[in-house]
């Protein structure tokens, strides 16, 4: 749940804070829990939702404040082998201009391991509307590799 | 039908492994849908590196900090000296339930390596070695959850107790008789628990058998008014 927050918030601490939230609000929101989907999937709708709050809660906030947040630095596991470690760099750095939904099914798809079904479940959206966001998701972050590789000098 | 450039994209949203093979082979010949392929495949292979863990001791004790600081608010706002133990007990089992769930789920798979062009989009999960660590880690996060839901719900079972002493109508009797068939059935799942602590599936069982019995509890206390 932490790794599928700090990706979608960029940074640890907000992902702890979501974390937090989503138990709190999953707890609230109990008793409206007609068992129509694991409690899990509920709990991680919550924690999805929930982040985008707080995503545009500190995009206002950034608005208002003159002094820009610091970012964090990008923290994540050394690629496998064979993979150009730019490729990881450029996703990290484009995700927070994705569309909030071909973010989150590509976060939960591509980094977290659930299948189609298991999202659709998460956000409340039908299987063919995942599969169509995380190809929006791959598309957007294709075009942004294949742009940065070709302004690239040749080493 | 002839695969071109143009049906590139449909073969990547499908996600069909007949597509993908047509795609392979017209890139094979075409240099343009070769690159796109590889990316779309460094994508796959990458985004896996992006899942981060990292320890946070004071998460999960904020968290059921704030819960029961809510779990007490919503007791003094309905005035109900029983709802406090209801709201405890309905806080534990929902971090058992989580806990278990997330047991069940495991964790997401690892990176593998990195698929070539042939194989685009194609990942397989491999052992992590921290696995077994986490497992036991999430196993004793299970059991902490449990013992303090266990511990509401034998509570609410001292409350109930003075009425199931000399149950007074037959409802009370019938009610005792539950309780009693409840505990036995406890009895027995903690026995085959004691010897496989691992066995998911067991304790989802023994959680749902003391959620009958807390339900049960509530309505004795309820009937009794």
Redesign the interface.
């Known amino acids: 749940m932490?790794?599928v927050a700090?990706?979608l918030l960029g940074n640890?601490s907000d992902a702890?804070d979501a974390?937090?939230e989503a138990?709190?609000k999953?707890?609230?929101g109990?008793a409206g829990f007609k068992g129509d989907a694991?409690?899990?999937s509920w709990?991680y709708r919550i924690l999805v939702n929930t982040c985008f709050d707080m995503g545009r809660r500190r995009k206002r906030r950034a608005e208002n404040s003159p002094a820009a947040p610091e970012a964090e630095a990008p923290?994540?596991?050394?690629?496998?082998?064979?993979?150009?470690p730019t490729?990881?760099l450029t996703?990290?750095s484009s995700l927070d201009r994705l569309p909030p939904l071909p973010r989150s099914v590509?976060?939960l798809y591509?980094?977290?391991?659930?299948k189609h079904r298991e999202i659709a479940e998460i956000l409340g959206i039908a299987e063919g509307t995942s599969?169509?966001a995380l190809?929006s998701a791959?598309?957007e972050?294709?075009a942004r590799?294949?742009t940065s590789r070709r302004w690239r000098p040749e080493s | 039908m002839t695969f071109t450039c143009t049906d590139l994209d449909e073969a990547l949203r499908s996600e069909e492994p007949g597509a993908f093979e047509q795609a392979r082979v017209h890139a094979q010949t075409c240099p343009a849908c070769r690159e796109s392929l590889a990316v779309w495949a460094e994508i796959t292979a990458a985004a896996p590196g992006l899942r981060q863990s990292w320890e946070s001791p004071d998460l999960w004790p904020r968290i059921h900090q704030s819960l029961a600081e809510e779990s007490q608010r919503r007791a003094a706002q309905e005035g109900q000296w029983w709802r406090h133990w209801q709201m405890a007990a309905a806080t534990a089992g929902l971090a058992a339930v989580i806990a278990i769930g997330l047991v069940l789920r495991g964790p997401a798979p690892s990176p593998a390596p990195a698929p070539g062009p042939e194989s685009p989009g194609v990942l397989k999960g491999s052992e992590d070695p921290q696995r077994r660590l986490l497992t036991e880690r999430a196993l004793r996060a299970v059991e902490t959850s449990e013992a303090d839901y266990v511990a509401s719900i034998e509570h609410l079972a001292k409350v109930a107790e003075p009425l199931l002493e000399k149950p007074g109508t037959p409802v009370l009797a019938s009610y005792r008789e539950k309780l009693q068939l409840l505990d036995a059935a406890i009895a027995d799942c903690r026995t085959e628990i004691d010897r496989n602590r691992f066995n998911a599936h067991l304790r989802r069982e023994l959680l749902s058998i003391y959620q009958e019995k807390q339900r049960t509890l509530r309505a004795l206390l309820e009937e009794r008014g």
Do not use: C, T
């Open positions: 932490k790794s700090r990706n640890a702890e974390v937090q138990f709190l999953l707890y609230r109990l694991a409690l899990s709990l923290a994540f596991d050394p690629p496998a082998p064979g993979v150009d490729v990881g996703i990290r590509f976060v591509e980094v977290e391991g659930f599969k169509h190809f791959k598309k972050l294709q590799i294949l």
